[in-house]
């Protein structure tokens, strides 16, 4: 080579060239991208929603253990349709 090419070659920047394949990278950046989803509810809405969802199942399950079954004279259970029958 001329000196003059040297010279060139010594003055001009570096390319950038990849060792990744164009189509790997792609494939890399489109799986960080992150969905952004609508924020409908602020998080403290989000949170007292979930507290109320929590209370109402906490009641639910108390309410149910609480309910006795009716039994006759000898403790078994009578039926719902049996127990209005006797009650009319």
Do not use: C
């Not at 189509?23 to 609508?38: D, F, G």
């Amino acid at each position: 080579m001329s000196d003059s090419t040297q010279e060139t070659l010594r003055d001009s920047p570096p390319t950038k060239r990849s060792i990744f394949r164009d189509e790997a990278v792609r494939r890399y950046v489109e799986s960080q991208e992150k969905a952004v989803l609508p924020r409908l509810l602020s998080p403290k809405t989000f949170f007292y929603l979930w507290l109320l969802v929590g209370l109402i199942a906490a009641t639910s399950v108390i309410t149910w253990l609480a309910i006795e079954p009716v039994t006759d004279l000898n403790n078994e259970r009578i039926s719902s349709h049996t127990k209005n029958l006797l009650q009319n």
